[in-house]
């Protein structure tokens, strides 16, 4: 069993930055890689990113290339969202996910109860 729990969203102005905090807790969290994803209010759910916890194995959606970047600190067993130039249309519950290698990340594990993160114009 893994248990993940997000923290760090909240209110920004759009061009400001936040840092999504995701802890995680299980006996087996290195066999898994950690993603991020974001629903929208109305929007089907959206993948953000993903990483290995040695950060040597990174993917990124196209909107969050060159703005968000996952980055861990495994003595904590926590991963993080840096979110830079956040805009409008990044609002949205962001959640965490533990994503076995070679699966579909869509297909998670285990899965946060999301953080919100609202960016105002």
């Known amino acids: 069993q893994v248990q993940l729990v997000e923290s760090g969203g909240g209110l920004v102005q759009a061009g400001g930055s936040l840092r999504l905090s995701c802890a995680a807790s299980?006996?087996?969290?290195?066999?898994?890689?950690m993603a991020w994803f974001r629903q929208a209010p109305g929007k089907e759910r959206e993948f953000v990113g993903l990483?290995?916890?040695?950060?040597?194995?990174?993917s990124y959606a196209d909107s969050a290339k060159g703005r968000f970047t996952i980055s861990s600190d495994n003595a904590k067993n926590t991963v993080y969202l840096q979110m830079n130039s956040l805009k409008p249309e990044d609002t949205a519950v962001y959640y965490c996910?533990?994503?076995?290698?070679?699966?579909?990340?869509?297909?998670?594990?285990?899965w946060g109860k999301g953080t919100l993160v609202t960016v105002s114009s």
């Open positions: 996910a533990a994503v076995l290698p070679g699966r579909n990340p869509n297909n998670a594990d285990y």
């Open positions: 299980g006996r087996t969290l290195n066999t898994y890689r």
């Open positions: 990483s290995s916890w040695s950060g040597t194995i990174t």
